[in-house]
């Protein structure tokens, strides 16, 4: 299958997570999860409003993401 994973509400626009996506089409999601996961952080260009820091987006980003790769593979 395809599976499209991205980012939103954390910097100006939305990101497609081109490395997860890849990772699921080669079936080696989980061979250093934690790793594309810091990858696809490290390059959102976040953002800080009134609302949250642009370091708090990321954490949570980080977060949400890993929860979305391990919800999908249990």
Known sequence: GV?????????PSPVA???IQ???RKGSLLDGLD????AE?????A???AHTSADYRRK???VCLADCVN???S
Do not use: N, P
Request: negative net charge; glycine residues 16%; hydrophobic residues 60%.
């Open 3 to 11: 599976l499209r994973i991205g980012l939103g509400a954390v910097g």
């Open 60 to 62: 949570l980003a980080a």
């Open 22 to 24: 890849d990772a699921f």
């Open 41 to 45: 952080i490290a390059d959102v260009d």
């Open 71 to 73: 919800g999908l593979i």
């Open 35 to 38: 790793d594309l996961i810091a």
């Open 17 to 19: 997570c081109g490395r």
């Open 47 to 49: 953002i800080s409003d």
